[in-house]
């Protein structure tokens, strides 16, 4: 029999379910895997620090790429966490990340919204479009929280978030 304490002595390990599940998922394996007495298999640590798929992105390295000394590459990183935070931030002040479904019933222009919204709405749609061929993927990324899975899709990820870098500067 498993003694029931021996979960309480690591406070720090959280139950992610089964490896398959995550990886259905397209799923991130952060930190690492340590497994119960009792079985269950669970991260340590990073699994439970993150907000948002980006914050899972940098924890693990994957933003940094593989070009230029480490303390380039970290700071790249950094750059490309900042700017991503930035549009997600620019994405919630123009209110998108309330919109679910779409009511087709629904009258148009019945909706009234702030001029700031507005302002947000307006500015996130330029970026969106300046962004061009990586929009999608970085919005999957840093708005939606999604990824599909391969080091292409991190790619094209990496490459908007320079992108993005350049048309803030």
Same mark, same amino acid.
């Given at each position: 029999m498993t003694d029931p304490s021996a979960a309480a002595e690591r406070p720090d390990t959280i139950d992610t379910g089964p490896v398959e599940r995550a990886n259905q998922r397209g799923g991130l394996s952060l930190g690492s895997r340590i497994q119960t007495e009792a079985g269950i298999v669970t991260h340590r640590g990073a699994a439970a620090n993150v907000e948002c798929l980006l914050d899972a992105l940098r924890q693990t390295g994957l933003l940094e790429g593989r070009e230029g000394s480490r303390a380039d590459r970290a700071a790249v990183a950094r750059s490309r966490y900042e700017q991503g935070q930035w549009l997600r931030q620019l994405f919630m002040r123009a209110g998108l990340n309330t919109?679910?479904?779409? #009511? &087709?019933?629904?009258?148009r222009g019945t909706g009234d919204i702030s #001029?700031? @919204?507005a302002r947000a709405r307006m500015r996130y749609n330029r970026i969106v479009r300046e962004l061009g061929l990586f929009a999608s993927a @970085?919005? #999957?990324v840093v708005c939606h929280d999604e990824i599909k899975p !391969?080091?292409?899709q991190l790619a094209l990820v990496r490459k !908007? &978030? #320079?992108k993005l870098c350049i048309l803030r500067s």
């Open positions: 919109v679910h479904a779409m #009511d &087709l019933n629904a009258k #001029d700031d @919204v @970085v919005t #999957d !391969g080091e292409r !908007g &978030l #320079d």
